[in-house]
């Protein structure tokens, strides 16, 4: 495993990135969680540490974990859609480069043999692990979250840009974070 992700961390297929390739995730063969979120943002690829911003910070409150099991890769993997900030456009981050997972994923996700949950982070990211119809909106498809229990749950992404996503949902902090914070808590015990 350690050569797969050296290849990933080496990848210089998106060449032509507005910030050149950096790929970033998170990975050991122990980890019992898997983080799957988009793509990197301009802090985290400034930075080179994944969700080390203010989505991070409202991920890991919704986890109920604090940095240092975050960033414990024997606990919890972290491997976005697109491992390398894609850039932006006029409604902000553009989307992951489908290159990544068709690339990478794969060989990445069957090298997690102690996998028990996946968190599964934004649209991108929905469509790729859940294959829901595309009539499905985010909010139905997290909605929906008891149907993908124990192995997996659909969350919106933690960015401040979804306040008002969670404002509209009062259903999700209410009813969704503590079953989500329980779970991850089981997990690391």
Request: aromatic residues 8%.
């Given at each position: 495993?350690?050569?797969?992700?050296?290849?990933v961390r080496s990848?210089?297929?998106?060449?032509?990135?507005?910030?050149?390739?950096?790929?970033?995730?998170?990975?050991?063969?122990?980890?019992?969680?898997?983080?799957?979120?988009?793509?990197?943002?301009?802090?985290?690829?400034?930075?080179?540490?994944?969700?080390?911003?203010?989505?991070?910070?409202?991920?890991?409150?919704?986890?109920?974990?604090?940095?240092?099991?975050?960033?414990?890769?024997?606990?919890?993997?972290?491997?976005?859609?697109?491992?390398?900030?894609?850039?932006?456009?006029?409604?902000?981050?553009?989307?992951?480069?489908?290159?990544?997972?068709?690339?990478?994923?794969?060989?990445?996700?069957?090298?997690?043999?102690?996998?028990?949950?996946?968190?599964?982070?934004?649209?991108?990211?929905?469509?790729?692990?859940?294959?829901?119809?595309?009539?499905?909106?985010?909010?139905?498809?997290?909605?929906?979250?008891?149907?993908?229990?124990?192995?997996?749950?659909?969350?919106?992404?933690?960015?401040?840009?979804?306040?008002?996503?969670?404002?509209?949902?009062?259903?999700?902090?209410?009813?969704?974070?503590?079953?989500?914070?329980?779970?991850?808590?089981?997990?690391?015990?």
């Amino acid at each position: 495993m350690t050569n797969l992700i050296e290849k990933v961390r080496s990848c210089t297929l998106c060449q032509d990135l507005p910030l050149g390739p950096r790929p970033i995730l998170q990975y050991s063969a122990d980890a019992k969680i898997l983080i799957a979120g988009q793509a990197p943002g301009r802090i985290t690829h400034h930075k080179g540490i994944p969700f080390d911003d203010p989505s991070g910070e409202r991920l890991r409150d919704w986890m109920g974990i604090d940095r240092a099991v975050f960033y414990d890769a024997k606990k919890i993997a972290i491997i976005p859609m697109g491992f390398c900030f894609p850039g932006t456009g006029k409604n902000g981050d553009l989307p992951p480069r489908t290159i990544c997972a068709e690339t990478w994923h794969q060989q990445l996700l069957t090298s997690l043999p102690k996998l028990e949950l996946t968190l599964i982070i934004g649209r991108y990211a929905l469509d790729w692990h859940l294959k829901p119809s595309k009539q499905q909106t985010l909010t139905n498809i997290v909605n929906d979250w008891p149907s993908y229990l124990p192995s997996h749950i659909p969350l919106p992404h933690p960015s401040p840009r979804n306040n008002r996503w969670l404002k509209n949902n009062p259903w999700f902090e209410e009813t969704l974070l503590p079953i989500l914070k329980q779970r991850v808590q089981s997990l690391l015990d």
